[in-house]
């Protein structure tokens, strides 16, 4: 069997131990001495039943993703899947760390099936952009009931062990070690015929369960293809006989892997873990971080705050203003109360969190913190003032981070006398919530200090991408790309609701007019500043700052609706006007060319410029923290899928002129 194999004895119990890492995914390999082992227990007189269990942290992850976009070999899952559940002995799976997608398949093949307390079982294939492809549809539904396995396999969620025992999914929760459980599992079992899940009936269920099911999760199943599938796959499980059910599960899962949402998903999966691979700095020294500041307590310092605090870091929070501080403290209690009344987190979690902020109007207060994160008003010289102290009071060794959005690090860091401890971290409102953190280098940052950023990103459940130290860094500077095509083809005749439904229909979950008016059209505008240059400039003039003022690009009921505005349509085409631009309508492609294409041209220029890594970690800033859909792999892979000498022909189409990087890039494509 290899080293990917294990067999060992436990008395007449044969024990069958796989050993693929990182985390035993299932690769041709494994599938291979899985069908070998289950014909070696059948074969040997004197086993009386087998256990399959894992080497390392945990059980099968699912199928081997790096396996997929190349022919399927030999055995296929399916095949181990059948063999497990037809052998004449029992087999028993031993579960521990995370039993998922063909990984809990293999366990549901199982006869029997016993987990660690701490484990965790899903079919998470709908994250994929797939569905379960080796019975998980057919056998979930036999074990814990239609409604369960719609849950579990259509939201792709995962669930813990004691909450498996209970569902019927798992038969023992192991006291003590696992594999001596599951021995003992198999020896009671070993004398009764083997248990096959297939021979259970899937108990029917009326229509409006499937029915309501969908509709409670339509927000989340938009654009997607897997969730119908999946419905349709576990409905047939109560239809029809297994082997019937489980042909036509085969099938749609042939289909959904081979289709071009798999592809996207597979790349996101891959783009998020590779954006945390730095070169040069991966797995480098990171230096300790217990204990940290926030300067600001407005909806960014305590949306950070709230970060830290849930990840158990305790956080000492300065505000200047009193009241303002006040005000931040009851905004982190209130949304710790709602964690808590959610079920995202325990009443003790919530209260341990709370315990753990030290409010201050003192900055000296911040002087211990071992990371400290100015989220301040986005100007220079707030920024710089408040560096120039920082610099000072703060320990040796401290990390000095900004939350600026646009702002030049460098200049920040250079007010204070230890720049190498000085880095970006760009967190995205609300901070407590979106995924994406952009850590910004600049020219003299420490790399112990990227490091550590890394690190502590991932422990307070952030996905970090680098950037280097430029303009909007990697997301604002191509949505500020996206929001001058935007307005300008408002501009130019079409409507704000136009625009907005084209991007929405092509899966954001707001178009940029909407979005505009949520955060405010006056950010970074004063009536004294106002030049009247821009639309946005001209809406303000007349008051209309977004939805806060209840007008701005569009009407605002009380009900906060947004509804088309005809003062708002009368000053963008007084401001055509004046710039004699004849207006007329567009098409629903054109809009989407000029939404899409521009900002994968800013895309190509940001690699070029090194302020961007990778494409993929372009898309990863785009899909954790601009709602990018992410059955469409993100900017720079829906260009690449659309093919990169077709995206430079339509944007030439649009009378705008690829740059070199995109041109340069486009020319390895056809290369
Ligand atoms: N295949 C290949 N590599 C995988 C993998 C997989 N399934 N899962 C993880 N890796 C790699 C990952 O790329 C990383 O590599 C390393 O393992 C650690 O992962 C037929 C068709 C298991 C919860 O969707 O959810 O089965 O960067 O950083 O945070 O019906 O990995 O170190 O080189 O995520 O501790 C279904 C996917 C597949 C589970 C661990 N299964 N994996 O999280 O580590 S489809 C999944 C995860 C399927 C069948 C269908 C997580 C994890 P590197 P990591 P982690």
Redesign the pocket.
């Known amino acids: 069997m290899g080293d990917i194999a294990a067999w060992t004895r436990n008395g007449a119990i044969a024990v069958l131990t796989l050993d693929n890492p ?2 035993n ?2 690769s041709q390999a494994v599938r291979s001495a899985l069908v070998e082992g289950v014909k070696r227990a059948a074969a040997e007189p004197d086993v009386s039943a087998l256990v399959i269990a894992c080497a390392g ?2 059980f099968f ?6 396996e997929f976009g190349k022919p399927s070999t030999e055995p296929f ?1 399916t095949e181990v899947v059948d063999t497990i559940e037809g052998a004449g002995k029992p087999v028993i799976a031993a579960i521990h ?2 039993a ?4 809990l ?1 293999i366990a549901m093949a199982c006869h029997y099936r016993v987990a660690h307390a701490d484990a965790r079982l899903g ?3 709908v ?2 952009g ?5 019975r ?1 549809t057919q056998h979930l539904p036999r074990l814990v009931g239609v409604s369960k396995a719609l849950e579990i396999i259509a939201l792709g969620e995962p669930v813990s062990a004691p909450e498996a025992r209970t569902i019927g999914l798992v038969d023992e929760i192991a006291e003590g070690d696992l594999v001596e459980a599951a021995c003992a599992k198999a020896r009671s079992a070993a004398d009764a015929p083997p248990r096959r899940t297939r021979e259970r009936v899937a108990q029917p269920v009326s229509d409006d369960i499937y029915e309501q099911f969908s509709q409670r999760h339509a927000k989340k199943f938009r654009g997607l293809d897997a969730p119908k599938a999946i419905i349709a796959s576990i409905r047939a499980a109560t239809e029809l006989p297994f082997e019937d059910g489980a042909r036509r599960e085969r099938d749609i ?1 042939l289909k959904l ?1 081979a289709g071009p949402q798999n592809e996207a998903l597979r790349h996101v ?2 783009a998020e ?2 954006a945390g ?1 730095v070169p040069g700095i991966e797995g480098g020294e990171a230096r300790v971080i217990e204990t940290a500041g926030v300067i600001g307590s407005g909806t960014m310092g305590s949306g950070i705050t709230i970060a830290f605090l849930s990840a158990g870091i305790p956080v000492t929070l300065y505000e200047r203003d009193p009241a303002a501080l006040k005000r931040g403290l009851a905004h982190i209690r209130m949304v710790l109360d709602g964690n808590v009344s959610s079920g995202r987190m325990t009443r003790e979690a919530a209260d341990r969190a709370l315990s753990a902020v030290q409010p201050t109007s003192d900055m000296a207060a911040l002087a211990n913190a071992d990371v400290i994160v100015e989220a301040a008003y986005e100007r220079m010289d707030i920024k710089r003032s408040i560096f120039a102290e920082l610099g000072e009071l703060a320990k040796p060794g401290a990390i000095l981070a900004s939350n600026t959005s646009y702002l030049d690090l460098d200049e920040i860091a250079g007010v204070t006398s230890r720049p190498a401890d000085v880095i970006g971290l760009h967190f995205f409102s609300p901070a407590n919530i979106m995924k994406l953190l952009e850590v910004v280098r600049g020219r003299e940052t420490a790399p112990d200090v990227i490091a550590t950023a890394f690190k502590l990103a991932k422990r307070i459940g952030k996905i970090a991408v680098l950037s280097g130290n430029a303009w909007g860094f990697i997301g604002n500077r191509m949505l500020a790309v996206r929001r001058e095509q935007a307005e300008a083809m408002a501009v130019e005749g079409a409507s704000p609701a136009q625009v907005d439904r084209v991007l929405e229909n092509f899966g954001f979950a707001m178009g940029p007019f909407r979005m505009g008016d949520l955060a405010g059209l006056d950010l970074g505008w004063t009536p004294e500043s106002s030049t009247g240059s821009t639309i946005r400039e001209r809406l303000c003039e007349a008051g209309r700052r977004g939805q806060k003022t209840g007008a701005g690009f569009y009407d605002y009921r009380d009900d906060r609706k947004p509804a088309p505005s005809q003062e708002a349509e009368a000053i963008i085409a007084g401001f055509a006007r004046d710039r004699g631009i004849t207006r007329s309508s567009f098409d629903d492609a054109e809009i989407l060319d000029r939404l899409l294409w521009p900002m994968v041209d800013e895309g190509a220029k940001l690699l070029a410029e090194g302020i961007a890594l990778r494409e993929s970690d372009i898309d990863v800033v785009w899909l954790n923290g601009y709602g990018w859909p992410r059955w469409t792999g993100g900017p720079m892979f829906h260009a690449r899928q659309t093919g990169l000498p077709e995206v430079t022909r339509r944007l030439r189409a649009l009378g705008i002129a690829p740059s070199d990087a995109l041109m340069n890039l486009a020319n390895e494509d056809s290369a």
């Open positions: 990182p985390v995914a299932i942290r945990t992850a699912g199928a081997d993703l790096k899952l760390g995370s998922l997608g063909g990984g398949e079919l998470p294939e994250t994929l797939l569905m379960p492809g080796a998980g899962f892997r999966f891959f873990r590779e691979k």
